[in-house]
């Protein structure tokens, strides 16, 4: 379905990058982006303004044209003690505020795709129809949000793999644990799909997958730990955004791992 940028999106796109570029690098900005036509005539702003609402009403896909144009500003390395980069994070965060308000939001790569109201339950329809594009742009939502809110990326990353776990429980007819917590359903996921390194005559393998169970548990264990202090008198513990990452990436590879592995059997 072809959807065109919003107009409080357009509005400030234009504004933001009128004030960033000169006619030059505008005009070399929105042609890499495929806005049609020659640049329109007028202020930097006006022509902004012209091109984007040009694009809306030409382009195939208008949200491709404003993904390739943000792509520098939302990426941009900055730094928050920085006073001109303070500015440009605050444009940054006005922008993706004004995605959100339309359902839209910008993932890494130049892209601008709709936002999901009701991510678990359209996560669910995503695994049953195993389309493995939706759910990687789950993982990249957190990605995102890794170095801003390390504690909720990593709770988002765990929350996609109990869903995984859960719907491959719900379609195979299996018995949902009392506790629902991301290593109970794994357990049960393991034990169906066969995920046990000692049926695994090459030992390559064996040391992977025994990994890959220790990735469960750890990031099972990541997300209630640094949600909190261990006890009165220590430190808090202190969730980096490399930490993050590196859970975010271990949860996805073994949320495809499991659904390949039911895919396998016919089932996915």
């Known amino acids: 379905m072809r959807q065109l940028i919003p107009a409080a999106v357009l509005a400030l796109t234009a504004e933001l990058s009128s004030e960033r570029e000169t006619h030059a690098t505008l005009d070399s900005l929105f042609t890499y982006a495929g806005a049609p036509g020659d640049p329109p005539e007028g202020s930097k702003h006006a022509k902004a303004l012209a091109w984007l609402r040009r694009a809306n009403g030409d382009s195939a896909n208008p949200?491709?044209?404003?993904?390739?144009?943000?792509?520098?500003?939302?990426?941009?390395?900055?730094?928050?003690?920085?006073?001109?980069?303070?500015?440009?994070?605050?444009?940054?965060?006005?922008?993706?505020?004004?995605l959100a308000d339309s359902n839209l939001q910008y993932v890494k790569?130049?892209?601008?795709?709709?936002?999901?109201?009701?991510?678990?339950?359209?996560?669910?329809?995503?695994?049953?129809?195993?389309?493995?594009?939706?759910?990687d742009q789950e993982f990249q939502r957190a990605v995102q949000n890794a170095a801003t809110s390390p504690r909720e990326a990593v709770s988002a990353a765990s929350n996609i793999l109990e869903s995984v776990c859960k719907v491959v429980i719900a379609e195979e007819g299996l018995p949902m644990p009392s506790k629902q917590d991301l290593q109970s359903v794994w357990g049960v996921v393991r034990k169906h799909l066969g995920i046990d390194p000692s049926k695994v005559e090459e030992q390559?393998?064996?040391?992977?997958?025994?990994?890959?169970?220790?990735v469960v548990h750890g990031i099972g264990s990541l997300r209630t730990h640094a949600s909190s202090a261990h006890g009165a008198g220590k430190a808090p513990y202190r969730l980096e955004p490399r930490h993050a990452r590196l859970a975010i990436h271990a949860a996805?590879?073994?949320a495809l791992f499991v659904l390949e592995s039911w895919r396998k059997r016919g089932n996915g």
């Open 63 to 98: 949200l491709n044209v404003l993904g390739r144009i943000l792509e520098g500003y939302m990426e941009q390395v900055l730094d928050p003690n920085d006073r001109w980069d303070k500015e440009k994070i605050a444009q940054r965060d006005k922008l993706a505020r004004a």
């Open 109 to 135: 790569g130049g892209r601008v795709v709709g936002a999901m109201g009701t991510p678990t339950r359209t996560l669910s329809e995503f695994i049953r129809e195993g389309d493995l594009e939706s759910i």
């Open 204 to 214: 390559d393998l064996q040391q992977i997958l025994t990994g890959l169970i220790a």
């Open 252 to 254: 996805h590879t073994l």
